[in-house]
């Protein structure tokens, strides 16, 4: 690297302490890491790359803040937020300021914005993906129930209309407080048992997704015929829940840390080199860390790092992902990325149990009409 230049300041945009922290940690630890791996390879058109951190809390209005501070002191790319509400807050801070946010999360899908990549899944490249599995596997009979806050609302929105449409039904839909009481959760266990036999939809966030699970545990739910089916509980969740509670449940996502490939070896090796041999690693996590490269091969096309000829040059921007290889679609500005299903194991892993032959392209507006339609637009890249 040029010594006398001045260094590219990239905003990390994630919560330290709060409801999400559970997995934003390991998203903050992915960003650093991809970081770290430019540098140690020349860094951005010669230059170091330095990490401004900023810590949400968990709270979007703080986020907010935190975007506002950040892109004020001179940033310009913001690598951040988890919750649906916190991007919410964000992303008009982020466009008046003509900034670029990228978003490494799984969300509700429905939006677009020329300043942001979303590097997460869309439902049409998770919640589909795991309606399908449990309606062939487990029955039709499904129980939502999520936190209190817009993602889980719009993807049981979604879920409801796919799942009606294969012939399933919805036979409750409940949220919890954000921050549920033992009441708040003994109540929805409740409500399950006067439902069973059902399979559970949970769109529940962060420390509340680790409380819901130990209950549902405790109360003895047979999981081989009612398992909870997520998007949202990757292995970070499943670590601090413990493997007993984890057993038999489902998730879908593009990205588990089990996946055989020899790239994604090498990814959890250096992970686990860098965070401790226990980090748990999850599809937030390897969404956060591909995302960076992705941001770097646009510039390295731009020969610069101002936002608008970043933002000129993301279309078509691709990378050998642990996942497999991502590819940004310029008419989205969403990622094309692999399918998988899940089933916690009591290592806190998950075993794969169903997987993408080909990339899938994303679909976040889930155009066709026809909601059984919504999962069928595979794409090889
Ligand atoms: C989420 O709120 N997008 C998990």
Known sequence: ??????????????????????????????????????????????????????????????ARAEAERLLASGVETIFGCYMS??????????????????????????????????????PNQNSVWLADHMLRRYGTRFYLVGSNYVFPYESNRIMRDYVQSCGGVVVEERYLPLHPSDE????????????????VFSTTVGDATTAFYRAYDRAGFDR?????????????????MGGDAA?????????????????????????????????????????????????????????????????????????????????????????VLWPRVGVATARGEFAIVEEAAAAVAPDPYMIDPEPRAWGARALAI
């Open 1 to 62: 690297m040029r010594p006398t230049d001045s260094p590219i300041r990239l905003g990390a945009l994630f919560s330290d302490s709060g409801l999400t922290a559970v997995v934003e940690r390991t998203q903050r630890q992915a960003v650093t890491m991809a970081v770290e791996e430019i540098n140690a390879a020349g860094g951005l058109l010669g230059r170091e790359a330095v990490i401004e951190a900023g810590n949400s809390l968990s709270d979007p209005a703080r």
């Open 85 to 122: 509400s916190t991007r919410r807050a964000v992303l008009p801070v982020v466009e008046q300021r003509r900034g670029l946010l990228f978003y490494p999360t799984l969300y509700e899908g429905f939006e677009y914005s020329s300043h942001c990549i979303y590097s997460g899944a869309a």
């Open 184 to 199: 708040d959760i003994a109540r929805v266990i409740g409500d399950i048992r006067r439902h069973a036999p059902v399979m």
């Open 224 to 240: 081989s015929t009612m398992p909870i089916g997520s998007l949202t509980t990757g292995e970070p969740e499943l670590a601090a």
């Open 247 to 335: 057993e038999g449940h489902l998730t879908a996502a593009p990205y588990f840390s089990t996946i055989g490939s020899p790239r994604n070896a090498r990814f959890v090796a250096a992970f686990r080199a860098r965070w401790g041999e226990d980090a748990p690693i999850s599809a937030n996590t390897e969404a956060a860390y591909f995302q960076v490269h992705l941001y770097a091969e646009a510039v390295a096309r731009a020969g610069a790092t101002d936002v608008a000829s970043v933002r000129a040059n993301l279309p078509g921007c691709a990378y050998d992902a642990p996942q497999g290889p991502v590819r940004i679609d310029g008419r989205t500005h969403h990622t």
